[in-house]
């Protein structure tokens, strides 16, 4: 009896860190490659939402979780990840602000959104969306998203019943949790742009 249960215990250990081993070098394999492509994708976006860049530069983030929380912005709603400047002939053109909000309706949504140096928002970009089909994916779409694109706000607000003006965003139909969630975002990264200088009032 015990030495079955030795040699199964030997078995599972075996087999247990055979596994271990095998899932480590996949890990070392896929590691560098999965980098890769999601500094792409980060790039991609970049040149998405600040079209006037040549090259991007990362900036040091600076007290982004006090900045958002004296805009009413609480860490459990949205968090600053990542900042870059854009330039173009050693100039500044404007800073691509990456965002993570919590309160998308399917979990996280990562957000781009380039601002420019005087403090228009030039369009916004989705890293990581996971919106219910035909309703909060409608995110992604040019129709949703080109409504923050060119706008020179201190914040955006989302409306039901048809907007009246350049501060308000029309409502996914059936995705208002969607909404506020891509609104909270970027009116995130407007509150942490205004800490690099710049601002809907200058």
Do not use: R
Request: glycine fraction near 10%.
């Amino acid at each position: 009896m015990n030495k079955h249960l030795i040699k199964d215990t030997l078995a599972l250990f075996v087999i247990t860190a055979v596994a271990a081993l095998l899932l480590s070098l996949v890990y070392e394999i896929t590691k560098d490659p999965i980098s890769a492509q999601k500094q792409k994708q980060k790039n991609d976006a970049y040149k998405e939402v600040l079209t006037g860049a040549d090259s991007f530069e990362d900036v040091k983030l600076n007290n982004a979780e006090g900045i958002l929380s004296e805009a009413g912005i609480d860490k459990k709603m949205a968090e600053i990840n990542e900042v870059a400047k854009g330039t173009k002939g050693g100039e500044t053109v404007g800073y691509c602000i990456k965002v993570t909000d919590h309160e998308g309706y399917g979990g996280d949504i990562e957000v781009v959104v380039g601002i420019k140096a005087d403090g228009t928002v030039s369009g916004i970009s989705f890293l990581s969306i996971g919106e219910t089909a035909g309703l909060g994916m409608k995110a992604k779409e040019p129709e949703f998203k080109t409504q923050f694109a060119e706008k020179k706000v201190d914040s955006f607000v989302y409306t039901k019943t048809g907007k009246s003006a350049d501060n308000e965003i029309d409502a996914l139909t059936g995705a208002t949790v969607t909404t506020n969630a891509v609104t909270n975002a970027v009116n995130s990264a407007l509150a942490y742009f205004k800490s690099l200088g710049g601002g809907a009032n200058e």
